[in-house]
């Protein structure tokens, strides 16, 4: 493994990893659902993947792992992220993470377009 390697396919996931359960312990200390955690567990999942789909386009040559992540970004995170915007839409006292659920999953259907034409027009 090289340098570059290292850091996508180890460093980048990692730091989404301490991120999440820094997360984690602010939604548990705020005793807010627990359901949250799965819902943030698959955002930052789909933004990691995405994150990792552009240094490997650009950086490294493209692989199985590059169709592997770019077709479940394409095809399932957007009907994953669909849903949690869904349920997040409108609870009547939403507490601040409900609302971070919502404008993330929602973004998506913004970023991962954006990302998809310049990886495809790059």
Avoid: C, H
């Amino acid at each position: 493994m090289n340098s570059k390697e290292i850091i996508i396919y180890l460093i980048i996931p990692l730091i989404g990893i301490i991120f999440y359960i820094l997360l984690a312990k602010k939604i548990k200390q705020e005793k807010s659902k627990s359901f949250l955690l799965i819902e943030f567990l698959m955002i930052f999942a789909n933004y990691g993947g995405l994150i990792q789909i552009v240094f490997i386009f650009f950086l490294l040559q493209w692989s199985a792992v590059f169709y592997l992540f770019y077709f479940y970004l394409a095809l399932i995170a957007p009907i994953i992220m669909g849903f949690i915007a869904y349920r997040r839409r409108n609870y009547k006292t939403p507490s601040i993470f409900d609302q971070w659920a919502y404008m993330s999953a929602g973004l998506y259907f913004v970023f991962a377009p954006i990302i998809f034409a310049v990886l495809y027009f790059a």
